[in-house]
């Protein structure tokens, strides 16, 4: 089976297709109904609505990653992790 490469399918869809699902979106809905309902959870405390509302607003918050690492390789055994049949 071959890795990587293209392949039929793969990489990110054509914007084309996303204006295309977007303008499907608004034909079901107007955007400011959306809006409204999404402002009317909020009002009401819905946690995920705030949630989302709050993303949209501000963006999502940094990610900090700790990167500190603990492991040490001079007291690494390998027979701790797998056992052998003998």
């Not at 990110?12 to 499907?24: G, M, V």
């Not at 949209?56 to 500190?68: C, E, H, L, T």
Request: net charge positive.
């Amino acid at each position: 089976m071959a890795h990587g490469g293209v392949r039929k399918g793969s990489g990110r869809k054509p914007k084309a297709d996303e204006i295309k699902l977007i303008e499907q979106m608004d034909a079901i809905a107007v955007p400011e109904t959306i809006w409204k309902a999404l402002l009317d959870k909020v009002k009401d405390g819905d946690t995920q609505a705030i949630k989302t509302w709050l993303q949209y607003r501000y963006g999502m918050p940094k990610q900090v990653i700790d990167q500190n690492n603990n492991h040490t390789i001079n007291d690494f055994n390998i027979k701790d992790v797998i056992k052998f049949v003998e």
